[in-house]
């Protein structure tokens, strides 16, 4: 069984309504995920698989979670002698190896903040990060190219204390990861010592606009992620579950970690190098029967593209999507090759999940989903009313009742940037929406995004869609660029599909320009189309329309 039963008083429920009702979350004042969930099973359950990870390579690891325990106590003993204390930042940059999950509790216990990163980083982004939040620590994977940013980054990072490689490289000068923790003292626990509104895990945002934010969650912030995970990608007890993240971004925590383990579920990671191969994801799948699947919407539009007929997916139960609104046209062709429907949702590096598509929710293809019944959403017009069904305005969380669980404390250092996006007990997510009358809402875009032409109001998503209907689409970004009468056109920047490379020119640009008028409002087609190798991106693969719009206007 999992532990859920020790913090919702209430866990099935007959309805969605029901669900808003009485879906509730018992918070320990000392709740601490380490010692609260890894460790109390390994008490329990000490058998009960906790992570099953695999490699590129068939290398295979099996975790329980009395192993869990005993390897991240290890880990804290080694780093309390390496002078990590409670508050320390520490940076992790281990891609998707198994000693992320071990190092993240281990922090947890000694009450350090986890600062995932990827691996994608430079010397520079290391500097910044270092500098912005007083990086104690850096853990690394042993990749020659990750090591030799930290080499780069670490004279112009004072605040740096200890650079710690897992190997199998370990240059000089820096500690070894597993050689430490192996020769580590006996760890006591040190539970009860943090508070729930401590300081626990920081994210610096994706950057589509602007520098990176520094995203400061407390400990209560696992306990956010059973509707994640419970109620969104339904996992139960014996579920092995993959979602397709790299360990350096929010999504890794929303989707291989807390909630997962929290339900039962055994997290599945599926650790590959350099370019993602939908055969090897597909053929991993079929080989440890994984039963429950979420990957961003990009995923599935590879996925669709291969014979889904050559792979034994019958273990499959459920799949969702998140990171980016789903194109209607991957949800039906993913259901017609597979049975299953995609149940989508909404949240941001700085919530919880606030819009999903939950068991008792029928889903709608595009539609991000209903609300969750731990955040109080509106959507307001520009004069801070409430819109209508339909209208576009701008999605924000009501706070009067309080922080709802998962929501961030704030951007960490920053207190003008926290006021701007959270004042008056009301937090501004930035995304443009509207709601239909059953109450299911419709992403359209960031509020940077929107484009105005000829006095109409365009959401990239909408066009965006509209494209990827099209076969010869497999990416595409819409951005607005300057025209002296409407103001701003709507432009198209595409990555071409294999079959129609070498087919760029003024025929294929009229075709999709055609496909866009007869599947959304002809106002909103592509005046102007840009085929393109690939999309500017952040480095946690969200597409950087800013730059795009930069690149027109100079």
Not at 41 to 48: C, D, G, I, T, V
Not at 294 to 300: D, G, M, S
Not at 340 to 353: A, K
Not at 502 to 513: A, D, N, R
Request: glycine letters at 6%; proline letters at 5%; aromatic letters at 12%.
């Amino acid at each position: 069984m999992s532990l859920l039963d020790k913090f919702l008083p209430q866990t099935e429920f007959s309805s969605y309504e029901d669900f808003m009702q009485n879906y509730k979350v018992n918070i320990p004042a000392d709740f601490n995920f380490g010692y609260d969930v890894v460790d109390a099973y390994a008490a329990e359950q000490p058998n009960k698989e906790a992570i099953l990870w695999t490699n590129d390579r068939g290398d295979v690891k099996h975790i329980n979670y009395a192993e869990y325990k005993r390897l991240s106590d290890m880990v804290a003993s080694y780093f309390l002698q390496l002078g990590i204390r409670q508050g320390d930042c520490v940076m992790l940059i281990l891609k998707r190896r198994v000693e992320w999950w071990i190092t993240m509790v281990a922090l947890h216990k000694i009450g350090a903040v986890a600062v995932p990163a990827t691996h994608l980083l430079t010397d520079k982004d290391i500097i910044y990060r270092c500098h912005e939040a007083s990086i104690r620590m850096i853990v690394a994977v042993g990749d020659v190219q990750v090591l030799r940013n930290v080499i780069k980054a670490r004279p112009y990072c004072s605040s740096l204390r200890h650079c710690v490689s897992i190997g199998p490289v370990v240059p000089q000068h820096w500690e070894n990861f597993w050689q430490g923790a192996m020769i580590a003292p006996k760890f006591y626990s040190q539970k009860g010592q943090n508070k729930s509104t401590d300081n626990f895990l920081m994210y610096f945002t994706s950057g589509t606009s602007g520098e990176p934010k520094m995203v400061m969650h407390d400990y209560t912030y696992p306990l956010a992620h059973i509707i994640t995970a419970k109620y969104w990608h339904n996992v139960h007890d014996h579920s092995l579950h993959l979602t397709v993240a790299d360990t350096g971004w929010g999504k890794a925590v929303w989707g291989k970690f807390y909630g997962q383990m929290l339900a039962g579920a055994t997290v599945f990671v599926y650790d590959f190098e350099g370019r993602f191969i939908p055969e090897h994801l597909l053929r991993t799948m079929e080989e440890f029967k994984v039963t429950s699947f979420c990957a961003p919407p990009t995923v599935y539009r590879f996925l669709i593209r291969e014979n889904l007929n050559n792979y034994n997916l019958s273990h499959l139960e459920y799949c969702t999507t998140a990171g980016e609104a789903l194109n209607p046209n991957v949800f039906l062709e993913w259901k017609e090759k597979t049975g299953i429907m995609i149940y989508e949702s909404y949240g941001q590096t700085e919530t919880g999940l606030v819009l999903g598509t939950y068991p008792y929710v029928e889903p709608r293809p595009g539609s991000m989903g209903v609300p969750n019944p731990q955040y109080n959403v509106d959507v307001l017009n520009n004069d801070g009313e409430r819109c209508k069904p339909g209208e576009n305005g701008r999605l924000i969380i009501r706070t009067n009742n309080g922080k709802p669980l998962g929501l961030f404390k704030e951007y960490y250092r920053n207190p003008e940037l926290t006021e701007k996006a959270h004042h008056d007990n009301i937090y501004f997510t930035g995304d443009i929406v509207n709601y239909d009358e059953d109450g299911y809402y419709w992403f359209v875009a960031r509020a940077d995004d929107v484009i105005k032409s000829s006095g109409y109001r365009i959401g990239p998503f909408e066009v965006e869609s509209a494209l990827m209907s099209h076969p010869a689409v497999i990416e595409c970004a819409i951005t607005g660029v300057p025209d002296d009468i409407r103001g701003m056109v709507v432009k198209a920047t595409i990555v071409l599909t294999p079959e129609y490379k070498g087919k760029e020119g003024p025929e294929l640009i009229k075709e999709l320009q055609d496909h866009v008028k007869k599947e959304t409002a002809p106002y909103k087609y592509p005046r102007v189309i840009e085929f393109v190798e690939e999309l500017p991106k952040t480095i946690s693969g969200k597409i950087r329309r800013v730059e795009i719009r930069e690149k027109d206007q100079l």
